[in-house]
């Protein structure tokens, strides 16, 4: 029966693709001598946050996940990222695959505001995989296995490479999700002051909202 393992060697934005990629070059090794027909590989990507050190600025952007540094020993855990199946083909002994990542850059996902808040080093992942190996058998018949539960890999995602990809498909943007209603408010005091963006709006908004804050601080 098949033993197949699994490392991620490298990472790389997917260029002009119809969403965001991020192609994981996935190794795939069979340590015994059947030939593989194909691999019906399902892959959980998680993001292991519990394994890296974070600074100043870091720790303030992922108040929103985390909470206050102090609350982390509690509250610091593992993000599911995303899950991802793929194809591999024919092989005997190792091959290579390409796990293609969708990424989003909608901050109501936990692992965009991660990816958002780690502005350097790196991300480390662990990958976790199922699915169903299809192989040639000693006399030559077709068989089915599956792969085993404990298959898994570590790789550590450098945090440029998120960043330099939302750079190319969202260049000096980023995307907010409202609610209807919400949105429907946010429209009417943009067309209401004549204001002709929504970062005007957005601006005028943040403007009132920091003056109160400073008259607030003067009466105390």
Same mark, same amino acid.
């Given at each position: 029966?098949?033993?197949?393992?699994?490392?991620?060697?490298?990472?790389?934005?997917?260029?002009?693709?119809?969403?965001?990629?991020?192609?994981?070059?996935?190794? &795939?090794?069979?340590? /015994?001598?059947?030939?593989?027909?194909?691999?019906?590989? +399902?892959? !959980?990507?998680?993001?292991?946050?519990?394994?890296?050190?974070?600074?100043?600025? %870091?720790?303030? *952007?992922?108040?929103? #996940?985390?909470?206050?540094? %102090? +609350?982390?020993?509690?509250? #610091?855990?593992? #993000?599911?990222?995303?899950? @991802?199946?793929?194809? &591999? /083909?024919?092989?005997?002994? $190792?091959?290579?695959?390409?796990?293609? @990542?969708?990424?989003?850059?909608?901050?109501?996902?936990?692992?965009?505001?991660?990816?958002? $808040?780690?502005? %350097?080093?790196? &991300?480390?992942?662990? #990958? *976790?995989?199922?699915?169903?190996?299809?192989?040639?058998?000693?006399?030559?018949?077709? !068989?089915?296995?599956?792969?085993?539960?404990?298959?898994?890999?570590?790789?550590?995602?450098?945090? !440029?490479?998120?960043?330099?990809?939302?750079?190319?498909?969202?260049?000096?943007?980023?995307?907010?999700?409202?609610? +209807?209603?919400?949105?429907?408010?946010?429209? +009417?005091?943009?067309? !209401?002051?004549?204001?002709?963006?929504? %970062?005007?709006? *957005?601006?005028?908004?943040?403007?009132?909202?920091?003056?109160?804050?400073?008259?607030?601080?003067?009466?105390?």
């Amino acid at each position: 029966m098949p033993d197949l393992s699994f490392r991620v060697s490298s990472a790389e934005p997917v260029a002009m693709a119809v969403q965001p990629l991020i192609a994981l070059k996935l190794e &795939v090794s069979n340590a /015994t001598a059947e030939t593989i027909h194909s691999v019906n590989l +399902r892959t !959980q990507i998680q993001i292991e946050a519990t394994r890296r050190h974070y600074s100043t600025e %870091e720790k303030e *952007l992922l108040l929103d #996940l985390f909470g206050t540094p %102090e +609350r982390w020993g509690k509250t #610091l855990r593992p #993000l599911l990222w995303n899950h @991802v199946s793929t194809v &591999v /083909t024919s092989f005997t002994g $190792a091959t290579t695959a390409e796990l293609q @990542v969708p990424c989003t850059f909608d901050f109501n996902v936990a692992a965009t505001k991660y990816f958002h $808040a780690v502005s %350097e080093g790196d &991300v480390p992942l662990l #990958l *976790l995989f199922s699915g169903i190996v299809f192989y040639v058998g000693a006399e030559g018949a077709l !068989q089915v296995a599956p792969i085993s539960w404990d298959k898994e890999a570590r790789f550590r995602l450098s945090a !440029q490479v998120w960043r330099g990809m939302m750079d190319f498909y969202y260049p000096n943007s980023a995307w907010l999700s409202l609610r +209807r209603d919400v949105f429907e408010r946010l429209y +009417r005091y943009k067309v !209401q002051r004549s204001l002709p963006t929504w %970062e005007d709006a *957005l601006d005028s908004l943040l403007a009132t909202q920091e003056e109160a804050a400073k008259e607030e601080v003067v009466r105390q």
